[in-house]
């Protein structure tokens, strides 16, 4: 099988092989920023003069609802690349960051609601935030559940990422409509899902680490999950069991 | 036997690409008006979805006019989603999908005539039907145009889009519900400025602030969705 | 007229997780016949579709007049014809208006070319049949109808001879060799092959695997 005429990194065993090497590099880091980021926002940092306790949802909250747009962009780009170059291995990493993807808006979900109760009393409200996050998690769904339709991995992997291009071209357009719809509405209650108004050092500084740190947690789980993928896409290659057997 | 065989047609032969496009819109249509009931379901649908709200909620008319235009939009996009299913189904299932990729001619030009004769079929009809729905949950006259306008325009670009997510799910068994899964974040913009349209037009106040929004997505639709559904149609032949 | 020439060279063609074509070579000229065989699953639909366009080669070409099809894919196409296991009519026109909407995105046809490219099948009279009436055998000739009315150069057929009788199996026969001996090519996909009554025959087996 001659893959000389792709990109190195078009090269599964090459992927597989760099993979298994850089994991550590990023969780480990990952941990630590995030124990860090943790520690700094929840007990260092000084309640908001405004919002007391409450705006240290931010530290949770604005990290995974970052990630949940990165990741989609990340998985839009390597579906193109997968459609356009026709490169098993990016759609290898579009169909594994789909799943954390999505998990992500969930976590974004969640902790955007589950915070917001103390803040505006109820567990949820259609600001544009929490609602562009919902919309995103229907693309993630529509995403896999596009890819669980066929029986046929190649078609599953083409259908999915012109989906997932589609989509990312949606993602601005959904977003800028949703805010024009709430910012229509706006009047008794100013929902806006934001942190402090002032932020001082002390703040941010954990914000940026839990903001690195769940990124390179995203990259780690990332690269295990692609090993995972390889893998399974790769069974029949002899490379596979000579890796496995290491 | 007529011409050579091996000879390929002259220039004044080969038709033009508005000739092409006539021509696939023409058997759409005339083969919808030998099959009169896929038009005549998602217009029963509508009716049937717009007659659910005021049985669910309350049978009082000013109060069912707060909420009209948000019906008449999400039960429009219900019924142009299960019209959806049929754009492309038969054409594949009988091979002559294949034949248009295979045309020799711009299959995005192909299906723009396609996704045109689907919107003719059904989503005007929807719009042109809308007004009486819209009667019946307390919509006043001078908004009735207002209605039609809004509608078409946003059936129409629900169609574009909709073209993409049929000819991504061809060949799937779970076709609908995917279908409308797909389909229905894509068609949020279109949503939220054609329900806004379709208030403010109730209101008697003008609506062209989001109307225009809403033929910017059309064009915008008009002008990339057909390469995405061309892109998919391809995949789905491979 | 030039002569023209399609050529496949190295093809690789994986459907699904299967290595169905490998390193597959061909040849057909102006005037020849090649006649795929294979058994089942053997890879002869897929060649069809591959040599179309509509199938990506993982690796190898096609060439077209010695040109790389993908250079100009739309213009192999509009020197192509190709019929599938089912013939490409919708049930609900008649037969001629099948012919119409089809071959009319090709090449300007009129109603006096449909009736007589029918009679040149043995199917006179069901121009205005609906084609859910007809058997499968009068679709299928419904269909080399407008194959011929395609007028192009290049014939791709897989299994033209389904649900055909004797006689329109000859029928096949005779319309292959009759363009062929206009100096166009056809690449065929059978179980059997045709009887076709050329000099310029090539064959090519494909095995299973």
Same mark, same amino acid.
């Given at each position: 099988?001659?893959?000389?005429?792709?990109?190195?990194?078009?090269?599964?065993? &090459?992927?597989?092989?760099?993979?298994?090497?850089?994991?550590?590099?990023?969780?480990?880091?990952?941990?630590?920023?995030?124990?860090?980021?943790?520690?700094?926002?929840?007990?260092?940092?000084?309640?908001?003069?405004?919002?007391?306790?409450?705006?240290?949802?931010?530290?949770? &909250?604005?990290?995974?609802?970052?990630?949940?747009?990165?990741?989609?962009?990340?998985?839009?780009?390597?579906?193109?690349?997968?459609?356009?170059?026709?490169?098993?291995?990016? &759609?290898?990493?579009?169909?594994?960051?789909?799943?954390?993807?999505?998990?992500?808006?969930?976590?974004?979900?969640?902790?955007?609601?589950?915070?917001?109760?103390?803040?505006?009393?109820?567990?949820?409200?259609?600001?544009?935030?929490?609602?562009?996050?919902?919309?995103?998690?229907?693309?993630?769904?529509?995403?896999?559940?596009?890819?669980?339709?066929?029986?046929?991995?190649?078609?599953?992997?083409?259908?999915?990422?012109?989906?997932?291009?589609?989509?990312?071209?949606?993602?601005?357009?959904?977003?800028?409509?949703?805010?024009?719809?709430?910012?229509? &509405?706006?009047?008794?209650?100013?929902?806006?899902?934001?942190?402090?108004?002032?932020?001082?050092?002390?703040?941010?500084?954990?914000?940026?680490?839990?903001?690195?740190?769940?990124?390179?947690?995203?990259?780690?789980?990332?690269?295990?999950?692609?090993?995972?993928?390889?893998?399974?896409?790769?069974?029949?290659?002899?490379?596979?069991?000579?890796?496995?057997?290491? | 036997?007529?011409?050579?065989?091996?000879?390929?047609?002259?220039?004044?032969?080969?038709?033009?690409?508005?000739?092409?496009?006539?021509?696939?819109?023409? +058997?759409?249509?005339?083969?919808?008006?030998?099959?009169?009931?896929?038009?005549?379901?998602?217009?029963?649908?509508?009716?049937?979805?717009?007659? *659910?709200?005021?049985?669910?909620?309350?049978?009082?008319?000013? +109060?069912?006019?707060?909420?009209?235009?948000?019906?008449?939009?999400?039960?429009?996009?219900?019924?142009?989603?299960?019209? *959806?299913?049929?754009?492309?189904?038969?054409?594949?299932?009988?091979?002559?999908?294949?034949?248009?990729?295979?045309?020799?001619?711009?299959?995005?030009?192909?299906?723009?005539?396609?996704?045109?004769?689907?919107?003719?079929?059904?989503?005007?009809?929807?719009?042109?039907?809308?007004? %009486?729905?819209?009667?019946?949950?307390?919509?006043?006259?001078?908004?009735?145009?207002?209605?039609?306008?809004?509608?078409?325009?946003?059936? %129409?670009?629900? /169609?574009?889009?909709?073209?993409? /997510?049929?000819?991504?799910?061809?060949?799937? +068994? +779970?076709?609908?519900?995917?279908? /409308?899964?797909?389909?229905?974040?894509?068609?949020?913009?279109?949503?939220? %400025?054609?329900?806004?349209?379709?208030?403010?037009?109730?209101?008697?106040?003008? %609506?062209?602030?989001?109307?225009?929004?809403?033929?910017?997505?059309?064009?915008?639709?008009?002008?990339?969705?057909?390469?995405?559904?061309?892109?998919?149609?391809?995949?789905?032949?491979? | 007229?030039?002569?023209?020439?399609?050529?496949?060279?190295?093809?690789?063609?994986?459907?699904?997780?299967?290595?169905? =074509?490998?390193?597959?070579?061909?040849?057909?000229?102006?005037?020849?016949?090649?006649?795929?065989?294979?058994?089942?699953?053997?890879?002869?639909?897929?060649?069809?579709?591959?040599?179309?366009?509509?199938?990506?080669?993982?690796?190898?070409?096609?060439?077209?007049?010695?040109?790389?099809?993908?250079?100009?894919?739309?213009?192999?196409?509009?020197? !192509?014809?190709? =019929?599938?296991?089912?013939?490409?009519?919708? $049930?609900?026109?008649?037969?001629?208006?099948?012919?119409?909407?089809?071959?009319?995105?090709?090449?300007?046809?009129?109603?006096?070319?449909?009736?007589?490219?029918?009679?040149?099948?043995?199917?006179?009279? !069901?121009?205005?049949?609906?084609?859910?009436?007809?058997?499968?055998?009068?679709?299928?000739?419904?269909?080399?109808?407008?194959?011929?009315?395609?007028? $192009?150069? =290049?014939?791709?057929?897989?299994?033209?001879?389904?649900? !055909?009788?004797?006689?329109?199996?000859?029928?096949?026969?005779?319309?292959?060799?009759?363009?062929?001996?206009?100096?166009?090519?056809?690449?065929?996909?059978?179980?059997?092959?045709?009887?076709?009554?050329?000099?310029?025959?090539?064959?090519?087996?494909?095995?299973?695997?």
């Amino acid at each position: 099988m001659s893959w000389t005429w792709f990109h190195r990194f078009g090269s599964p065993p &090459h992927v597989y092989r760099l993979a298994r090497r850089l994991t550590p590099w990023f969780a480990w880091p990952a941990a630590l920023l995030i124990l860090a980021g943790l520690y700094g926002g929840l007990v260092l940092a000084p309640p908001d003069y405004q919002q007391g306790d409450g705006f240290r949802m931010i530290y949770v &909250h604005v990290p995974t609802a970052y990630l949940s747009i990165m990741i989609y962009t990340i998985m839009g780009v390597a579906a193109a690349v997968g459609l356009i170059w026709r490169m098993k291995v990016a &759609h290898a990493v579009a169909a594994s960051c789909a799943p954390i993807g999505a998990s992500f808006t969930v976590a974004a979900l969640a902790t955007g609601s589950l915070f917001g109760k103390p803040m505006w009393g109820t567990y949820w409200a259609w600001d544009p935030r929490l609602t562009s996050e919902l919309l995103l998690l229907f693309l993630y769904l529509g995403y896999l559940g596009l890819r669980s339709a066929f029986d046929d991995l190649q078609r599953a992997d083409r259908a999915s990422a012109l989906l997932a291009v589609v989509g990312l071209v949606d993602v601005p357009i959904v977003h800028f409509s949703v805010v024009w719809w709430n910012s229509l &509405h706006q009047g008794s209650s100013l929902l806006r899902l934001g942190g402090p108004t002032i932020y001082s050092p002390a703040m941010l500084a954990p914000l940026l680490m839990m903001i690195c740190g769940f990124t390179l947690y995203f990259v780690a789980i990332l690269l295990m999950r692609l090993r995972g993928e390889v893998l399974r896409r790769e069974r029949a290659a002899s490379w596979v069991k000579e890796a496995l057997a290491t | 036997m007529n011409a050579t065989a091996a000879a390929l047609p002259s220039r004044e032969d080969i038709p033009s690409a508005l000739d092409v496009a006539g021509l696939a819109l023409m +058997r759409d249509l005339r083969l919808a008006f030998r099959k009169r009931d896929e038009i005549a379901q998602p217009l029963a649908f509508f009716a049937v979805v717009t007659t *659910l709200f005021p049985l669910a909620i309350t049978p009082e008319l000013p +109060r069912l006019r707060e909420i009209a235009p948000g019906v008449l939009w999400v039960a429009a996009l219900l019924a142009a989603l299960l019209a *959806l299913e049929h754009l492309f189904r038969d054409d594949a299932r009988d091979g002559t999908l294949e034949q248009y990729a295979l045309c020799g001619r711009s299959l995005t030009w192909l299906l723009y005539a396609k996704t045109a004769a689907h919107w003719i079929l059904t989503g005007l009809p929807l719009a042109l039907v809308a007004p %009486f729905a819209g009667m019946a949950l307390g919509a006043p006259v001078h908004a009735l145009g207002g209605i039609v306008i809004t509608l078409a325009i946003g059936t %129409f670009a629900l /169609s574009l889009i909709g073209a993409i /997510s049929a000819a991504l799910t061809l060949g799937t +068994r +779970r076709g609908g519900m995917l279908l /409308s899964l797909l389909t229905l974040p894509l068609a949020v913009p279109i949503l939220i %400025f054609g329900a806004q349209a379709t208030d403010l037009a109730m209101r008697a106040r003008g %609506f062209a602030a989001p109307l225009e929004l809403l033929a910017a997505f059309a064009v915008l639709g008009v002008t990339l969705a057909p390469l995405a559904a061309a892109a998919a149609v391809r995949i789905s032949l491979e | 007229m030039s002569e023209l020439s399609l050529r496949g060279e190295n093809l690789h063609v994986w459907r699904g997780e299967r290595h169905v =074509l490998r390193g597959l070579a061909l040849s057909v000229s102006s005037g020849e016949v090649l006649q795929v065989t294979g058994a089942n699953g053997a890879g002869k639909t897929s060649l069809l579709r591959a040599l179309c366009g509509l199938l990506h080669l993982e690796a190898g070409r096609i060439s077209w007049g010695g040109r790389d099809v993908r250079e100009d894919l739309a213009g192999f196409h509009a020197s !192509l014809a190709y =019929l599938g296991h089912e013939p490409p009519l919708k $049930a609900d026109l008649t037969a001629s208006e099948n012919i119409r909407y089809w071959v009319g995105l090709r090449r300007r046809v009129k109603s006096p070319d449909i009736a007589q490219s029918l009679e040149a099948v043995d199917a006179p009279g !069901l121009g205005d049949r609906l084609v859910r009436t007809l058997s499968a055998g009068q679709r299928r000739r419904v269909a080399l109808a407008g194959l011929l009315l395609l007028a $192009a150069p =290049l014939w791709l057929l897989d299994e033209p001879t389904t649900h !055909l009788d004797a006689a329109g199996q000859q029928l096949v026969g005779r319309l292959i060799e009759q363009h062929v001996r206009a100096g166009g090519l056809a690449v065929t996909a059978v179980h059997h092959e045709i009887a076709v009554n050329s000099e310029r025959i090539r064959r090519l087996e494909l095995a299973r695997g």
